[in-house]
């Protein structure tokens, strides 16, 4: 069955890094475009940014456009989250998410059929 | 941005009632809505695809309808497993945006 598993979360201070990572099974990780949505503690969902099943395609969101980075190791079944110059507002769960069209280049967007546990990122001096 | 306006945020109802949750876009955005249960410190659950679309394994007392600006996701029969939030979300462009969420309680 589809499993996905992020790590990486933990608390850091404001102006340092993190990487979050997603490790996929159960599927053709290689034929899927991948999602990072966050949820502020209480709060709603905020997708963050997309990465084409073949990692040619990415896209942000504007509140972390320039400071996250999406990536994608096929090989090994694992998408990533770079995080630099970490916020207070950054603040949240981070959920990766797979697309439920294989191929997805990326450029539209795809509904997210499974979503992982999530990991929570706290950004606190 | 497409804003996603769900209403209402809270609902308070009884095991066997059916339940009715809307979602408005501000522009339209045909069909390209998907509707998702979140419970409690766990991920959210696709329910409802393409507006009207039931995800594989989802109760059929889920359901969605709805195009253009308007959608509405409608539980049949409330089941105790159903006191969840939920969300809509639109996948007609990016940004991905999100409605505020149902936030659905016993009465």
């Known amino acids: 069955q589809v499993q996905l598993v992020e790590s990486g979360g933990g608390v850091v201070q404001p102006g340092r890094s993190l990487r979050l990572s997603c490790a996929a099974s159960?599927?053709?990780?290689?034929?899927?475009?991948m999602y990072w949505v966050r949820q502020p503690p209480g709060k709603g969902l905020e997708w963050v940014a997309v990465i084409s099943y073949d990692g040619t395609y990415k896209g942000y969101a504007d509140s972390v456009k320039g400071r996250f980075t999406i990536s994608r190791d096929n090989s090994g079944n694992t998408l990533s989250l770079q995080m630099n110059s970490l916020r207070a507002e950054d603040t949240a769960v981070y959920y990766c998410a797979k697309m439920n069209v294989m191929y997805g280049p990326g450029t539209y967007p795809i509904t997210s059929d499974y979503w992982g546990q999530g990991t929570l990122v706290t950004v606190s001096s | 941005d497409i804003q996603l306006t769900q209403s209402p945020s809270f609902l308070s109802a009884s095991v066997g009632d059916r339940v009715t949750i809307a979602c408005r876009a501000s522009?339209?955005?045909?069909?390209?809505l998907a509707w998702y249960q979140q419970r409690p410190g766990k991920a959210p659950k696709l329910l409802i695809y393409?507006?009207?679309t039931l995800q594989s394994g989802v109760p059929s007392r889920f359901s969605g309808s709805g195009s253009g600006t308007e959608f509405t996701l409608t539980i049949s029969s409330l089941q105790p497993e159903d006191f969840a939030t939920y969300y809509c979300?639109?996948?007609?462009?990016?940004?991905?945006?999100f409605g505020g969420g149902t936030k659905v309680e016993i009465k």
């Open positions: 979300q639109q996948v007609n462009s990016y940004p991905l945006t």
């Open positions: 393409a507006a009207s």
């Open positions: 159960g599927f053709s990780f290689s034929n899927y475009g």
């Open positions: 522009q339209g955005i045909s069909n390209y």
